[in-house]
């Protein structure tokens, strides 16, 4: 695991975000006896699919060496998710436009760019678009953990906004015009 963290860092370009992570390390049933077998899961992430790639190819050949070093046997399954959602940039800049219009400038946030795994990213491969994050959460009705958090919950009323939002996006790509009703 420790090896692990040591690809992005060493072989990914600085200037190319990349996530490796290893979510599940499962290994052994009591405290004083070696595991004979252990198993872990885990996730790549990056912007573009050469840089993907890059990591999965440098973790198949960590694994097999390691394994090697030390007389272990493996059987190493790589599962190729969902490729990198990328919005367009035309795209975001029309949602924040309609997000203004419809909610208020301090409605909309900007964030930082964040690896989203995600279904979506295949409709981005073929056609401009923008995946938007609709805020649901609410400390009043106890909607704080993030995404992933085994107490994750959203405030349902979020879902008005998104389906507000969504319909104005199709108006304002139909039209040029967002009613602010």
Wanted: one cysteine or more; glycine letters at 8%; a negative charge.
């Amino acid at each position: 695991v420790q090896s692990v963290q040591s690809i992005v860092s060493r072989n990914v370009n600085p200037l190319h975000p990349a996530v490796v992570t290893i979510g599940s390390f499962q290994a052994g049933t009591t405290n004083n006896v070696i595991a004979e077998r252990c198993r872990l899961k885990g996730t790549v992430r990056s912007f573009d699919e050469q840089t993907r790639m890059m990591i999965h190819d440098r973790l198949k050949s960590l694994v097999t060496h390691i394994c090697q070093m030390h007389g272990a046997e493996f059987d190493y399954q790589m599962r190729i998710g969902y490729p990198p959602v990328v919005n367009d940039d035309e795209e975001a800049e029309r949602f924040f436009k309609v997000g203004e219009t419809l909610f208020g400038e301090s409605a909309v946030v900007r964030s930082e760019a964040i690896t989203v795994a995600e279904d979506f990213s295949y409709y981005l491969e073929k056609v401009p678009g923008c995946f938007m994050f609709v805020g649901a959460g609410n400390e009043s009705c106890g909607a704080t953990y993030a995404h992933h958090h085994p107490k994750f919950d959203i405030d349902e009323r979020a879902m008005q906004r998104a389906a507000r939002l969504l319909i104005g996006m199709a108006e304002e790509y139909a039209t040029g015009f967002v009613s602010s009703e």
